[in-house]
Each structure stands twice: as C-alpha cells, then as structure tokens.
C-alpha cells in the first residue's frame, strides 16, 4: 500500500479516536472543510507540513497516518486515548494516569 492510500485509510481511524469532524479538523489545522472532504474522498493529498499539523491535531504521529504497520506494532485504542488526554508518548500519558490513581487511591485511604 503506498503512503496516500495509507493517509487516506488512517484519517478517518485518527478522527474516529480524536472524536473529530471534518469542520473541527479543518479549523484546527486551518484549512476549509471542503479540504478536509478532498482528503477524506481521495481527491487530494496533504502536503508534508500539513500532515504534520494533522498528527499532532489527532494525538498520532506522521508514521501513524503515512506507513502501513502491522496490528501487533500499532498502539492500541486506549493508549491513543491516553496520549489524548494526558498528552507525551503512550508510556509517559500511562505514568501520569497511574500517578493520578494513586493519589486518588491514598485519599480514599
């Protein structure tokens, strides 16, 4: 699979988990819904800094959204979740959940 077809597969997938439409995404990134529909309908392609202002709009990496990877490499959705609410790589957004949950844990103690 080449890297367009990769972008226009996974965009979607990073929205979903992003909790994002085409209006929000757009705005975020600062281009026109119709732009985001171009991408979303394989009409267009995103230039390279473009794509970067995506991954870090949708809480990924450019490699998430330009090169095919195998299921058992992928981060799983929780860990996108994670790295969306407490930002940092999938490691550093579980230290700092766990931190939150202990100290909840010795409140409750």
Known sequence: MNTKEVFWRMLPYYMNIARMNQTELG????VSKSTVSCWMSQKSFPEMDTIQKIADVLGCQTD?????QATTVRETIEDRELRRIWGGSSVQAKKAALAVLRELAKEES
């Open 64 to 68: 998430d959204l330009l090169v095919e």
């Open 27 to 30: 705005k975020a990134v600062g």
